[in-house]
């Protein structure tokens, strides 16, 4: 499971939250899952009534995890953060197991997310770049094993 979202605080008070999660199996073999979360606490974030994230692609091998979600700037949903044009905004993200407390495996980072001429490509891990895509924030994570 992996967890990535916008902060206005730097934690997870307040958060707009994007989780990926991976449902195992033995007939349908595994699929993902992603929704849309908010969090008024620092506890489990709570399911967002108004789903907004759309994942567009996911592949997976025995070290990497990549995915391609997609969400509209401004969503007009009071759960959900609004991606400003050209304003540092912090992503904060998070990896786990299984849904719940992801102890130290948790961070931060600032980031244009809608700069003028790109949108912003992340990698879990910290690692940025750019891409160019309008009017939709993507992100494309990558989750290293």
Aim: charged residues 15%; proline residues 3%; contains cysteine.
């Amino acid at each position: 499971m992996v967890g990535l979202g916008i902060s206005n605080s730097g934690g997870m008070m307040g958060a707009d939250i994007m989780i990926l999660k991976k449902q195992e199996s033995i007939t349908a073999g595994s699929t993902w899952q992603i929704g849309d979360y908010f969090s008024t606490e620092e506890a489990p974030p709570v399911l967002d009534e108004q789903q907004d994230y759309n994942l567009l692609s996911i592949t997976q091998n025995s070290l990497l995890t990549t995915a391609v979600v997609r969400r509209a700037l401004d969503t007009c949903d009071m759960a959900d953060i609004q991606v400003f044009n050209d304003t540092d905004q912090t992503i904060i993200w998070a990896y786990a197991e299984t849904f719940g407390y992801h102890g130290q495996t948790r961070g931060q980072v600032p980031l244009r997310l809608n700069p003028a001429t790109y949108n912003t490509t992340l990698n879990v891990t910290g690692d940025v770049q750019q891409l160019h895509q309008q009017p939709w924030l993507t992100w494309h994570i990558t989750h290293v094993v």
